[in-house]
């Protein structure tokens, strides 16, 4: 078999190929390319796989739980970020969705579930009890699931909108494409490298600040 | 206040009671919302309940609620009432004379004793279990006086005075190895405990526990099942799971800003939660509510009915195995919320009614955005009928399951759609009408087989009725204030503020502490979506409650689950959760 080894510069452009070569070997990514075939790291086609298919956990506490079903229902369409495979075992879920308030007397019971996940796995806090105990600092609520849970994503609002719901499972989909999870032995860093965590806060104050005019609420 | 009271009963009930207890003294306590009310000697209590139930006239059919008052540190208790450190309230109604009575009794000392109910009413069971757990309140010869609320391992009973209300005030959670296993084995099921046995004579059965995380028990609900095979043997619901303790938390909020905790209670009838709550301060304050909130608020409240039984019609019908037709529905749930949104700002939890009326008045233009879906509307429900109730195989998992006749219904406290559906036409819109019910021209939908089927015919009928009711208040919408201009009502009345130092002082301080109401006792029922919800509230004079009860209807629905289920089979079961109806914020408060 003929090939022609080549140095692939990391994230830039393939090297611009000259003389009677040009067009690839057989098996250049050109013209594999060209045969309908794509190449690509391993790493990098399973971290897409992962971004692009992360299914939830069917499962809810409160309030939020009846928003989020509603993103799930065909006016949001939830199958537009392939989180449309709600699984009823936390075996074959993704993402665990918070939604709801977390009561002591569930605490263990969540913490189990989120145990039954199998990783990767991801935690999204959907609404102000899941963040912080919010309106309910009363003796059975939990001030907040990151008590005992590892949260990727805040949801603020009680309970937030279905569109705060989608625009959560964004978020996480950017964070799930920026993890670094080596498939095996690598050299340098060992486990899981996550990306920054960003601030919806200061990410929007721009925007948010543009706003000079609001709609009277005496107009529908 | 054009909203009718319930139909006092007669001098000579009272009469009839005193002479049953001949030789002890029953004491009459005057409330604001004018239900007989008596506090009567603790060792009389069960022969009393048993003849109102049995023999009295109107005869009083339902324990309607049963709960607990700490009074050790009332400052405006009215004088001549018996000592007490607790108090146990009964509530009870009659729903073919359609009367109310509230029976109390003065209890003394740290755990102090009182007779159970259970074999009076078979609802009284959990009320009693309630009691102890947030009070600490003993009920002697209750069969299975254990904690119901709180886990196991919690010590204390919260909703005494001295107790603890924050959970900051507690050491922050945390949830290591050593607790996660302690809070794991108390959630253990002990079969023997609940009366299951895992052993019969010739074959072992099954212990199954179902919850509390299952997609189709409506959220953190637990039933522990006995199987033979698939059929039950004996189901025990088990709750507590979502206990968000609203009650105690209306101790420590003004009396305007628990409004939204109110909306979180049956977390699917939005504004139609703060209507009983508004209506008891409006009672105990004397405020008159003008007709076009009250109109406002019969629209809103309406609007809630048809969302909340959309979900239920929706979730039932997947539930029984058809997938589609909840897309469908919440399609008009979406439609609902546009018109929910642009009135109050908000989707689901508008707290949106205020002490006196409402916050704000109706938009410009909410007349086309109304007419819009009271014309969408009725087409789908046809739609609905053709896919899901004509559908036979939803009619052969439906008709006949988790059938229940009127009796049965009222022994359980079981009111709403899951009581008329067994031909029991008591609506409170009707039969008490209130906020303005009397002027609307709509009919009582009921039924005739009080299976799992005919509680969702009921439901879809109530829909249409709810639409009839919402074009009449399109057509026919007072004009006038939106509020009533009364010095109570929630945020007071600005108009004199900026020019006279009096109603300066006055006006900020009702904002900032909020209202004082005055002293006294009221309570207030509705219609809610899932039968009859009532708040009662008791006032010490200050600018907020001493004691907050939610009577909630999901509670008792749940404890009748045992009764209705045994000898049928799982999926069966579960067509039953879905048809009963609940959401645990509703039962566990």
Redesign the interface.
């Given at each position: 078999m003929e090939y022609t080894l080549q140095r692939w510069p990391r994230g830039g452009q393939a090297p611009e190929e000259t003389g009677p070569q040009a067009g690839g070997a057989p098996d250049s990514p050109e013209s594999l390319h060209k045969q309908g075939i794509l190449t690509a790291r391993l790493n990098d086609l399973v971290q897409w796989g992962r971004k692009h298919s992360i299914w939830p956990f069917?499962?809810?506490?409160?309030?939020c739980?009846?928003?989020m079903?509603?993103a799930f229902?065909?006016?949001h369409d939830v199958a537009r970020f392939g989180a449309e495979v709600i699984r009823?075992t936390p075996r074959q879920a993704d993402v665990i969705v918070i939604s709801g308030?977390p009561?002591?007397?569930?605490?263990?019971?969540i913490?189990?579930?989120y145990e039954q996940m199998l990783a990767p796995k991801w935690v999204i806090s959907m609404g102000s009890c899941a963040n912080s105990?919010g309106?309910?600092?009363?003796?059975?609520?939990?001030?907040g699931v990151d008590?005992?849970l590892p949260v990727d994503v805040y949801i603020s609002g009680?309970?937030p909108?279905p569109e705060a719901f989608l625009e959560a499972l964004m978020l996480l989909q950017q964070q799930v494409g920026a993890e670094q999870r080596p498939l095996s032995w690598t050299v340098g860093p060992q486990g899981i490298q996550r990306g920054p965590k960003l601030s919806r806060r200061d990410s929007k104050r721009a925007h948010r600040l543009a706003a000079t005019t609001l709609r009277p609420?005496?107009?529908? | 206040m054009t909203a009718a009271v319930a139909a006092a009963p007669s001098a000579s009930l009272i009469e009839a009671l005193r002479a049953r207890c001949a030789g002890q003294e029953l004491v009459e306590e005057r409330t604001a919302d004018g239900m007989p009310t008596l506090w009567v000697p603790a060792g009389a209590l069960r022969g009393l309940m048993r003849w109102l139930k049995a023999e009295a006239s109107p005869r009083f059919e339902m324990l309607y609620d049963l709960y607990a008052v700490d009074e050790r540190q009332r400052s405006r208790r009215a004088p001549g009432l018996p000592a007490a450190d607790f108090s146990v309230v009964y509530q009870l109604l009659s729903v073919r004379g359609n009367a109310d009575l509230r029976l109390k009794v003065a209890l003394r000392g740290e755990y102090p004793h009182c007779p159970s109910l259970c074999e009076v009413w078979a609802n009284a069971s959990w009320y009693e279990r309630e009691a102890w757990d947030l009070f600490g309140v003993v009920f002697d010869d209750h069969p299975h006086l254990v904690r119901i609320m709180m886990p196991r391992t919690w010590e204390g009973h919260p909703l005494r005075k001295d107790h603890p209300a924050r959970a900051t005030e507690f050491e922050r959670f945390q949830l290591d190895e050593a607790r996660a296993q302690r809070e794991q084995e108390a959630l253990r099921i002990d079969p023997e405990e609940w009366g299951m046995s895992p052993q019969g004579e010739d074959h072992d059965y099954m212990i199954l526990n179902l919850g509390p995380n299952h997609p189709s028990v409506h959220g953190v609900f637990r039933v522990m099942l006995q199987l033979d095979g698939e059929e039950i043997v004996e189901a025990v619901p088990d709750i507590g799971y979502h206990h968000r303790g609203a009650e105690k938390m209306g101790e420590r909020q003004s009396w305007h800003s628990y409004i939204p905790y109110t909306d979180r209670v049956d977390y699917l009838g939005g504004v139609m939660n703060n209507l009983p709550y508004v209506m008891a301060l409006e009672r105990l304050a004397g405020i008159e509510v003008p007709p076009r909130a009250q109109t406002i608020r019969v629209m809103l409240c309406e609007f809630f009915r048809i969302t909340s039984h959309l979900l239920f019609y929706g979730t039932f019908v997947q539930d029984v195995g058809a997938m589609s037709p909840i897309f469908y529905m919440f399609v008009d749930r979406q439609k609902a919320y546009d018109v929910i949104e642009a009135i109050c700002g908000f989707r689901m939890h508008p707290a949106w009614f205020r002490i006196g009326g409402v916050a704000h008045d109706l938009p410009r233009g909410w007349q086309q955005l109304v007419r819009d879906f009271v014309d969408w509307m009725p087409r789908r429900l046809d739609d609905y009928e053709k896919m899901a109730l004509k559908n036979r195989m939803l009619q052969k998992r439906a008709i006949g399951v988790g059938a229940y006749d009127t009796a049965t219904a009222l022994e359980w406290g079981v009111t709403g759609p899951g009581l008329r559906a067994t031909g029991c036409d008591f609506d409170l819109r009707k039969a008490r009408p209130y906020s303005g019910y009397q002027h609307f021209d709509f009919e009582v939908p009921t039924a005739t087989g009080g299976d799992v089927y005919d509680r969702c015919v009921v439901r879809v009928e109530e829909m249409r009725q709810s639409l009839r009711i919402i074009r009449q208040c399109l057509e026919h919408m007072p004009e006038g204030d939106y509020k009533a201009r009364h010095p109570l009502t929630t945020p007071p009345i600005k108009d004199h503020t900026m020019r006279d130092i009096d109603t300066l002082i006055h006006h900020f301080l009702s904002v900032s502490w909020g209202p004082v109401m005055p002293a006294g006792e009221s309570s207030a029922m509705v219609e809610a979506t899932k039968g009859l919800n009532s708040y009662t509230l008791s006032s010490d004079g200050g600018t907020m409650s001493y004691r907050t009860r939610i009577r909630t209807p999901s509670f008792p629905h749940l404890q009748m689950i045992p009764a209705i289920s045994r000898g049928l089979m799982v999926p069966d079961l579960i067509a039953i959760i879905a048809s009963i109806d609940f959401v645990m914020a509703d039962v566990d408060r």
């Open positions: 069917n499962f809810g506490l409160s309030c739980y009846v928003e079903a509603t229902t065909s006016p009823a308030t009561f002591l007397k569930m605490a263990p019971v913490q189990r579930l105990g309106m309910y600092d009363i003796y059975s609520v939990v001030q008590k005992f009680c309970p909108r609420p005496d107009e529908v | -």
